[in-house]
Each structure stands twice: as C-alpha cells, then as structure tokens.
C-alpha cells in the first residue's frame, strides 16, 4: 500500500540557517510521503546558488521566491495577513491530500506528519489534527515558561500564563504546552500553525485571512489564531494527537520580546 502524500508548506522570512533546519526535519519524516513548498517572501537571501543548493539535497522540494508585482500584489501592511496570502497561495499549487505548515523558525519530530494522520484515521470524518509543542531556547536548549510569552501585555503575561496553568495548557516546570482550540469549555484558539494537519479540501473552505480588521490588529491576533477563529466559529472539529511533536524555536516575531 502507498504512503499518504503529505504537502508541506513553509514560508521563508529570508532566514537560511533555519529554513536547512525545517527542511532537515521534513526529509526526516516517518511513515509518509512528502512534498515540501518553500515560499519566499521577496528573500534576498534566495539566491539562485542557495535554491540549487537546496533542490540537490532536498529533491522532495520546491523553492520559489515571491518576488516583483507578485510580491507588490500581497497585504504589505500587516505580517499576518501578507502570511496568509503566502500560505493560501502554497495549497493552491499542493498535490498533497493532507496539508502540514511548518515555519521556518520550527522543527517536525521524525513522527509529527505520521501520529497526525494516524490521529484522524481513528476520528472519521474529522479533517483537522494538531499536536502539542515543545518549546525551545535559540540555542536548542528546552525553555520552560514562567509567564504567557504571547500575550500582547506584558504587564499581564504573569496572570495569563496562572490562568492558563489551571485549564492544563502549561504545566510548571515544563516545556511542553499543550494547546487546544478550547480550553475550560470556551473559545481559546491556541493551536499553532506548524503543530496543524488539514485536508486540502478543508483549507478550499477555510483557506487562511488575509485581510485583517483594525480591531483584529489592534488585538495582534496573528494568522494562525485568526484561521482558529473561523473554524471554531463554523464548529469545525479539530483532534488532538496529545503529542508534543513541534520543536518550537522561541524569539520568533509573535515572542521575540520574552527574549530581549
């Protein structure tokens, strides 16, 4: 019988070193096959040298930089939303029945793809998985939160990161958050892009948004958190392989701060 064929999909923020990391991790992938779309938003660090480069070690890859009018033609006022538009843009291409995100900041362990699709396979009918994370100092190291590093206010990351600590997303001591699209029976929305499985008929449905009210901004939601809204406002189901197997590299642009 054939292995499934995995589509993943990561945008690129013109960071070389990391971006051979994810791709490592791709490649690495147990029990599936995969096909990985690398996207660049306008990265001068895509040369034509590293995209040769990257195509002889990673075969299973395409690397396209997002350059010119194309680029022009993305939201240039918002991240998120220029994201989105990146991320809608991938799936369009994707031949993968099952689509992943990876961003170029994070990892896969070896059995991410394959305990997500084992994790549908036992939930019928259900097109959405997500793991959990583990976090990760820049130098590998584990980091062990002791305040809610994505809070916009710093100033009550302390008292999110205790409220959060009871509903069993942190546990104290520990790397691992266990995200959920609820938590304590309300709208939470804490599933991060790269720990998503979701079919590509799904995405047709609920592709990413791209465009973002002054509230939304106002609010920092950033593009993985907006697309959890929509599905959990449209009661979409969503499993959870209870698995921590996203390495999460802190310091990127939604928690560079916790760092400083």
């Known amino acids: 019988m054939s292995l499934p064929l995995v589509t993943v999909v990561t945008p690129t923020m013109n960071r070389p070193a990391e971006l051979v990391r994810a791709m490592h991790s791709v490649a690495a992938q147990r029990g599936v096959r995969v096909e990985h779309l690398v996207i660049g938003d306008n990265c001068p660090?895509?040369?034509?040298?590293?995209?040769?480069?990257?195509?002889?070690?990673?075969?299973?890859?395409?690397v396209r930089n997002v350059t010119?009018?194309?680029?022009?033609?993305?939201?240039?006022?918002?991240?998120?939303?220029?994201?989105?538009?990146?991320?809608?843009?991938?799936?369009?291409?994707?031949s993968g029945e099952?689509?992943?995100?990876?961003?170029?900041?994070?990892?896969f362990e070896p059995d991410h793809l394959r305990s997500l699709l084992d994790c549908?396979?036992?939930?019928?009918?259900?097109?959405?998985?997500?793991?959990?994370r583990r976090l990760v100092a820049p130098d590998g190291s584990p980091y062990v939160a002791a305040e809610?590093?994505?809070?916009?206010?710093?100033?009550?990351?302390?008292?999110?990161?205790?409220?959060?600590?009871?509903?069993?997303?942190?546990?104290?001591?520990s790397p691992v958050v266990r995200d959920a699209l609820r938590a304590g029976g309300r709208e939470f929305n804490g599933v991060d892009t790269?720990?998503?499985?979701?079919?590509?008929?799904?995405?047709?449905?609920?592709?990413?948004?791209?465009?973002?009210?002054?509230?939304?901004?106002?609010?920092?939601?950033?593009?993985?958190?907006?697309?959890?809204?929509?599905?959990?406002?449209?009661?979409?189901?969503?499993?959870?392989?209870?698995r921590a197997t996203l390495r999460y590299y802190m310091g990127g642009y939604s928690n560079a701060a916790v760092l400083r």
């Open 45 to 62: 660090a895509l040369t034509d040298a590293l995209v040769a480069e990257l195509s002889r070690r990673f075969p299973h890859a395409i």
């Open 68 to 94: 010119g009018a194309e680029h022009a033609a993305l939201p240039q006022d918002y991240l998120p939303a220029r994201l989105g538009a990146l991320r809608n843009g991938a799936v369009a291409v994707a």
């Open 98 to 107: 099952w689509i992943a995100q990876l961003d170029d900041d994070n990892e």
């Open 120 to 132: 549908l396979a036992a939930n019928p009918g259900v097109e959405v998985a997500h793991s959990w």
């Open 148 to 173: 809610n590093p994505w809070h916009p206010d710093p100033a009550l990351r302390a008292s999110s990161y205790a409220r959060l600590v009871e509903l069993g997303v942190f546990e104290p001591g």
């Open 194 to 242: 790269s720990e998503v499985l979701v079919s590509r008929r799904l995405y047709r449905r609920f592709p990413y948004p791209t465009e973002f009210s002054r509230w939304w901004r106002k609010l920092e939601w950033t593009d993985d958190y907006a697309w959890c809204v929509l599905l959990d406002r449209a009661k979409v189901p969503m499993v959870c392989s209870e």
